[in-house]
């Protein structure tokens, strides 16, 4: 059974960083990418980040050059790594296992076969 369990959320003034983790089981990490997207309320579910199996990464617009994504396949994990947030980066934010090994797609959740739970972040005074 694939699971997915991020880890990490909470809440955070503007300015501040956070490192949301995922640790995956269920599948061999190794042969997928994998993908850290957000939904805030009222909202639809946003790609945020992408890592492929080959370390190729991507980011959103909104987020490039203030997150990276990173993973740790020893210990099947995949992390996000957020800095200068904003009050607009508040969203849960979900992990997912990609259907293939690169990020064609990666911003479409179609392309992900399977998500995590979700953890808060919450940016505010």
């Known amino acids: 059974e694939v699971q997915l369990v991020e880890s990490g959320g909470g809440l955070v003034q503007p300015g501040g960083s956070l490192r949301l983790s995922c640790a995956a089981s269920g599948f061999t990490f190794d042969d997928y990418a994998m993908g850290w997207f957000r939904q805030a309320p009222e909202k639809d579910r946003e790609g945020v980040a992408a890592?492929?199996?080959?370390?190729?990464?991507e980011f959103s617009a909104s987020v490039k050059g203030r997150f990276t994504i990173s993973q740790d396949a020893t210990k099947q994990t995949v992390f996000l790594q957020m800095t200068n947030l904003t009050p607009e980066d508040t969203a849960v934010y979900f992990c997912a296992h990609g259907g293939g090994y690169s990020c064609a797609y990666w911003s479409f959740p179609g392309a992900y076969k399977a998500w995590g739970q979700g953890t808060q972040v919450t940016v505010s005074t």
């Open positions: 890592i492929s199996t080959g370390g190729i990464t």
